[in-house]
């Protein structure tokens, strides 16, 4: 098969990487890709919001598959507009990618299909939104979400509750764009947080291990958000990883099939686990970014048949893929700055330096006009080593961390820390 992913980051170079595996495999191209898909396939200059700029290069390349990365262009019906021209793609359609693309949505069919969810509301002008958080008081610091996609950013975790009421007004006045002008104000829940990703065709869910990502710059949690600084799986804190699946995965496609709304593509839930009880925060309608970076590498088989299946609609191949049972471990090194602003064009040292048995999978990296693979964004790339346990992964992941080097590379240093013994 001829495949096309679509997206630039880390997760779409773990995806060509793994692909690019499977015996079927024929060519790989990216759209528009970074110095590490230029490696396992080819890149088309083409952003992954040019729908159309897409779908004429997946018929220009006579591509069999195309597997969409990113979420913007699935909310904005890619794949939709891909099946018009006849063209197999992995990805929900616009209408199913609004369990990513509307926080409400998403709370609607969580409530119907009775998953455990943080529970919260809808408000669309500001003086509601205001008089509720009055209503819940200075003590009560809820969760405020703008509805639609915000790049990562339409969620503020106020510490006060004048910042809630600043969150309010930045939302409303477009902050955010067209994403604020319904906002979510929803409880706020405390616990551990894991992502969980399965694979879905209609109502047939296949489970992926489960994963831990890190979303502060700093140790400990500190600083400000960015788009993921490492990710480990499997966390060793929650219960039965058949549970989870079953319990909020499951319900949600059977939901959304029942609303003639079916499911196929990764349905990504993320949960706070706290004492044994789960609650889902959101859901992605994509693969998790950092999160893919860790788990591809623990997948055993070839993917490529799952994915085609769940284009499809058809049942997926179970036997396909299983987990090795192994652990990983994957760090991001990011640009001085980052996530404000930073500097691009550092050339990148030490990527040969690296063990044979560790992956390092490129998210913000270009090749530049004198050959050099030089940084292109704020997350460069993530390093992942598996092995058999998440400490092992661990030191196999920092010790090639420091090789790879770059003028302003920063890491952080406690990835998976908690899962290891003292
Ligand atoms: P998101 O952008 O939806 O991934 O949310 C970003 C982060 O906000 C999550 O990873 C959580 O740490 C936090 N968060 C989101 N919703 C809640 C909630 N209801 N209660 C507590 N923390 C939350
Ligand atoms: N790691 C969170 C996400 O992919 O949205």
Request: net charge negative; aromatic share 6%; glycine share 12%.
């Amino acid at each position: 098969m001829r495949i096309l992913i679509v997206g630039g980051g880390g997760r779409e170079h773990a995806l060509a990487w793994k692909l690019a595996q499977s015996p079927s495999c024929e060519a790989i191209f990216a759209a528009p890709g970074n110095a590490g898909t230029a490696e396992v396939g080819e890149n088309l200059a083409i952003h992954d919001s040019n729908i159309d700029g897409i779908c004429d290069a997946a018929e220009g390349h006579r591509i069999d598959l195309v597997v969409v990365g990113p979420e913007a262009p699935l909310a904005a019906g890619l794949v939709d507009a891909l099946s018009e021209r006849g063209i197999l793609a992995f990805g929900p359609t616009q209408a199913a990618a609004r369990i990513e693309s509307s926080k409400w949505f998403a709370k609607s069919i969580m409530q119907a299909a009775r998953v455990p969810h943080a529970g919260g509301e809808l408000f669309d002008t500001p003086q509601a939104a205001h008089k509720w958080l009055e209503i819940l008081g200075p003590y009560d610091l809820p969760v405020l979400k703008a509805d639609g996609l915000a790049a990562g950013k339409g969620v503020i975790v106020p510490d006060h509750i004048d910042d809630a009421h600043d969150a309010v007004d930045q939302m409303f006045s477009g902050a955010f764009g067209s994403a604020g002008e319904r906002v979510v104000i929803e409880d706020r829940l405390s616990g551990m947080e894991a992502s969980a990703m399965a694979i879905v065709s209609g109502a047939d869910i296949l489970p992926l291990p489960l994963s831990c990502d890190y979303k502060r710059i700093m140790d400990g949690d500190q600083g400000p958000n960015t788009g993921g600084m490492g990710v480990y799986a499997p966390p060793g804190f929650v219960g039965d990883p058949d549970d989870v699946f079953s319990s909020i995965h499951q319900p949600v496609v059977d939901q959304m099939a029942s609303d003639a709304i079916e499911f196929r593509g990764l349905l990504y839930a993320g949960l706070m686990i706290d004492d044994g009880s789960l609650n889902v925060l959101e859901f992605n309608a994509r693969f998790g970014d950092p999160e893919t970076q860790a788990v591809l590498p623990l997948l055993e088989g070839d993917l490529l048949p799952v994915l085609e299946a769940s284009a499809r609609g058809e049942a997926l191949p179970r036997d396909a893929i299983s987990h090795s049972g192994r652990a990983s471990v994957s760090v991001a090194i990011v640009s001085g700055g980052y996530p404000g602003p930073y500097d691009t064009g550092k050339p990148i040292h030490g990527l040969d330096a690296v063990d044979d048995s560790v992956d390092v999978f490129h998210a913000g990296t270009a090749i530049d006009d004198d050959g050099r693979t030089v940084t292109a964004g704020g997350r460069v790339l993530a390093v992942t080593a598996v092995a058999d346990t998440l400490a092992e992964a661990r030191g196999i992941a920092y010790d090639n961390v420091q090789r790879i080097t770059f003028d302003g590379a920063f890491h952080r240093t406690d990835i998976a820390l908690r899962e290891v013994p003292p």
